[in-house]
């Protein structure tokens, strides 16, 4: 992304955050950012290079050039009422204006919108582009809705409003169509956009792997340094993989080779060892080349600190600029499989055998130790891609392509960080709904960063990941030991039918082993446990095999042969296989010397198609890979939900008030008593009122006004919420034992330090009874919004029992988060009590999660205590403060995972 510190401090209300490098329909990229004054002249070679007809449709007149006046009032905005996009290419180290996107504030509400898209460029998708990262600025302002007037003919402009599944109303006076659509987002509007960012994404990625020629650029014939020897390298591992891929050799040390600027276009892939400072200048020239693509294995950009960060600018705008994608820096490269030839544009130089996992990962050191053990186990990829240092193509953008991939049926992914959890969720959910998507992460958090890489920090519990990874189906494992393990089993075997598991063991202690391991990894062992001894002859071993397969109550079979003495049972291996095979039942075997895919597990089912049973090197490895398979299987099976629309519920009216709060500095700024209320309202939340009060007289007189019985309560912030440490008192029911607490509350606050400038008490209507929780919202800086739920008390406060949600949620997200609390069982008849309703209680945590979704100003809201009673939920308390929106997924932009 273009550095914009020097336009900032020129322009302060200049929003570097609306800039984007976005991918258009056709796999290539642009640049999309706010307008500036220093625009003028590109904005004057844009026009005049337009045709006759596109002005006129734009300005209802001919107009053969801008006049002063006018392009100076389309390059002077103020970022709020007036506001205008531009999408950028890089020609020849210039940056060209390709599309204008433009609205001017009518009143509170509504804002006339226009957009032009140069003829060159139109039909790529920079019109759709430009209007969901400009209604985004909009709502950001506080524009709920877009009017234009448009001719009758210009039908492309019209199409670009619906089609982005805006409701659009319209109506025809004096020759002109009046167009007007609310921009809030809907259902319809939001898938649209996912699958217009899903097929540029999956299609950018595409032209990388189908590359049917490519070019390789190193340093120059006469070095030797490493970025040579890389260079040479991938040449050879290139011509060896695919004898009908057109290969051009530019400054390979070793090689013939050409000059760049003699090398005939196009070209679709390039692959780039240089020295780090001449990056940049090649990627520029490969431009006129037609390259797509740029896998870059050199390094030395923002992992060198200041200096290498402002290198890794300089080349993605170059790169973005023209179109390309970015595979690197630092990268190992990429392979696949296609045709059944290899495009192997990286350097493995034993690659793997075809297959139908795709694998992605990021270092090369990781590339190189994830592709041994690939080979060791005898599994096949569909390709695989090393991002290196990430600073474009990421996982995300693989997921994407893998999704409309036919020669993939599982994605595995290993990740040094998530920079965009909230793309990463949304992209990852849309596949684990399609394949597995088995993910291992370097650190709990997702978080394990070398220095100098702009991910951002964050302050959720480490939990929240977890939580995020499983709301997308996403099978997260601990390493990448267990990666394949899970990997090899879900390619090569059914999806479990359930978690009921048949064992199959050498002895009764081996059996008893395998039984623990099963339960431990969350299946059920219900199923036929055969004792098999070692020395079993062959039909018995036929008759075992036979029986634990016609076994009906089970799903799954776990089959482990461990001898003491002697070496592999050929007939068990070959009756397991062909038992598999046979009955679609999901296997996995620990078997001696074998070990991942092997042609001793392999057999045909009927229609003579290749079946292995997947073996591990322990009991623990087969029972663990087995249970992640049927755990997927459920949440695949399962019912996923609608998305949440509780009625009443108006974020517009909320983002207007939010602005009025929002401090000038940025900074977090709480909010008192009615602002809370009055924000709580707009999505029809309501606060039970309390009152402060200093003594007894003043409680008596709110008690009196309110009606009996009350609550009394505390207000220092050690006893607040606290009934066991005597800071609540309940059922107050006249005046004299309001008296009574109010002295003992007094006295035993005083033990706990002062309230504070304010009341040390307040008094609150009495609420039914029923058990206390706490919704909260947390707006973190990587994951964005937070939802958390527990009861109240120490079930949270010193356990921990707490559960999280990232959304958008839909409604089994939310009624998995109450049930995910392990006290949960309070709220359901519990020993006895009676089942409160946690209908009421799931619609609030609804409204909150709505709320946070829309609104990234809220930096933290706490509903506490929220009473979930037989007949409804009531909120007596609530906190919030709000801060400058600095949310990462704002708009659909090129994010790294």
Not at 823 to 840: E, K, N, S, T
Request: proline share 6%; with cysteine.
């Amino acid at each position: 992304m273009e550095d914009v510190a020097d336009e900032a401090d020129e322009h302060p209300a200049y929003p570097a955050g609306w800039e984007a490098d976005v991918v258009l329909h056709d796999g290539s990229t642009t640049h999309v950012r706010p307008i500036r004054p220093t625009d003028a002249d590109a904005l004057q070679a844009f026009h005049v290079s337009q045709s006759e007809r596109s002005i006129y449709l734009r300005f209802f007149a001919a107009m053969e050039r801008l006049s002063e006046r006018d392009l100076q009032r389309l390059v002077t905005v103020d970022h709020a009422d007036r506001v205008a996009l531009v999408a950028v290419a890089d020609v020849d180290g210039a940056e060209h204006i390709i599309g204008v996107a433009r609205y001017d504030r009518i009143d509170d509400d509504d804002a006339e919108v226009a957009f032009n898209v140069a003829d060159a460029h139109q039909g790529r998708g920079v019109g759709s582009v430009l209007l969901e990262h400009l209604a985004a600025a909009a709502r950001e302002r506080g524009v709920g809705r877009f009017v234009a007037e448009v001719l009758p003919q210009n039908g492309r402009m019209i199409s670009v409003f619906r089609e982005a599944g805006y409701v659009v109303e319209q109506r025809t006076e004096d020759g002109i169509v009046a167009l007007s659509f609310d921009i809030d987002p809907t259902d319809r509007s939001l898938a649209v956009m996912a699958d217009r960012e899903h097929r540029a994404e999956a299609r950018s990625v595409r032209q990388l792997l189908e590359a049917l020629s490519v070019v390789v650029v190193g340093p120059g014939v006469a070095d030797q340094t490493l970025v040579g020897r890389l260079a040479a390298a991938v040449l050879r591992d290139l011509r060896a993989g695919d004898a009908e891929l057109v290969v051009h050799a530019v400054g390979i040390p070793g090689a013939p080779s050409v000059a760049l600027v003699d090398v005939l276009g196009p070209v679709e892939l390039a692959v780039v060892a240089v020295p780090s400072d001449a990056a940049v200048g090649t990627v520029r020239d490969l431009a006129r080349l037609g390259v797509r693509g740029v896998v870059l294995l050199s390094a030395g950009f923002a992992e060198d600190g200041p200096d290498g960060v402002e290198r890794q600018r300089e080349l993605l705008r170059v790169a973005h600029g023209a179109g390309m994608r970015i595979v690197g820096p630092g990268s190992f490269g990429l392979l696949a499989h296609r045709r059944g030839a290899l495009l192997n544009a990286s350097l493995a130089q034993v690659p793997p055998a075809e297959g139908r996992i795709g694998l992605f990962c990021q270092s090369a050191p990781m590339a190189v130790a994830l592709l041994a053990a690939v080979r060791r186990r005898g599994i096949g990829l569909s390709e695989f891609v090393s991002a290196g240092h990430r600073a474009d193509v990421s996982g995300n953008d693989l997921m994407q392509f893998w999704a409309d991939d036919e020669g993939t049926d599982v994605v595995g992914l290993y990740l040094e960080s998530i920079g965009n959890p909230r793309k990463f969720s949304r992209v990852a959910r849309r596949l684990s709904q399609l394949k597995p998507v088995v993910v291992v992460t370097a650190g709990r958090s997702g978080q394990v960063v070398p220095p100098g890489h702009a991910v951002r920090a964050t302050h959720a519990p480490p939990r929240t990941l977890a939580e995020m990874l499983r709301q997308a189906g996403v099978v997260r494992v601990d390493n990448t030991h267990q990666l394949l393990d899970v990997a090899q089993v879900l390619a090569h075997q059914p999806l479990p039918a359930g978690r009921r598991t048949a064992i199959l063991a050498s002895s009764a202690s081996i059996a008893t082993l395998v039984a623990e391991a099963a339960t431990a990894a969350g299946l059920v062992v219900s199923g036929q446990v055969v004792l098999l001894a070692e020395d079993a002859s062959a039909p018995r071993v036929r008759d075992a095999v036979a029986a634990l397969y016609a076994d009906p109550d089970s799903d799954v079979v776990v089959a482990v042969r461990i001898p003491t003495v002697g070496g592999p049972d050929p007939v068990l291996q070959a009756e397991l296989a062909g038992a598999a095979a046979r009955t679609g039942r999901t296997t996995v075997a620990c078997m001696d010397q074998l070990h991942g895919l092997t042609p001793e597990l392999t057999a045909t089912d009927d229609a003579d198609r290749p079946w292995t049973v997947p073996a591990y090197s322990t009991p623990e490895d087969a029972a663990l890979a087995l249970g992640r398979a049927a755990r997927y299987a459920q949440w695949r099976s399962g019912d996923r939900g609608l998305p949440l629309h509780p009625s009443g519920v108006d974020t517009r009216s909320a983002r207007r008030l939010v602005a009025g709060w929002v401090a000038p500095d940025g900074g977090a700024r709480a909010l008192d008593a009615e602002q809370v209320a009055a924000l709580l309202a707009t999505i029809g939340v309501r606060v039970v009122p309390s009152f402060p009060v200093r003594d007894a007289d003043e409680a008596v007189a709110v008690a009196e006004r309110i009606g009996w019985p009350v609550a009394l309560k505390t207000t220092v912030p050690a006893m607040r919420h606290r009934a066991d440490l005597g800071g609540v008192r309940l059922d107050v029911a006249d005046e004299a034992e309001l008296r009574g607490d109010v002295s003992e509350v007094l006295a035993l606050a005083d033990a706990f330090g002062a309230a504070g400038d304010g009341p040390p008490l307040e008094v609150q209507a009495m609420a039914p009874h029923g058990s206390a929780c706490v919704v909260r919202s947390a707006e973190d800086p990587l994951f964005g919004p937070i939802i958390s739920f527990g009861l109240a008390g120490d079930a949270s406060d010193l356990l921990g029992d707490v559960t999280y949600g990232v959304p958008p949620l839909t409604d089994v997200d939310v009624a998995e988060l109450v049930r995910s609390a392990r006290a949960a069982p309070r709220l359901f008849g519990y020993r006895g009590l009676p089942a409160l309703d946690v209908g009421a209680l799931e619609e609030l945590i609804a409204r909150v999660a709505v709320l946070a979704d829309d609104l990234p100003e809220l930096r933290s809201l706490e509903l506490n205590p929220v009473v979930v009673s037989e007949h409804g939920a009531v909120v007596l308390g609530a906190r919030a403060s709000v801060a400058h929106a600095d949310r990462a997924d704002a708009t659909r932009r090129l994010s790294s995972t």
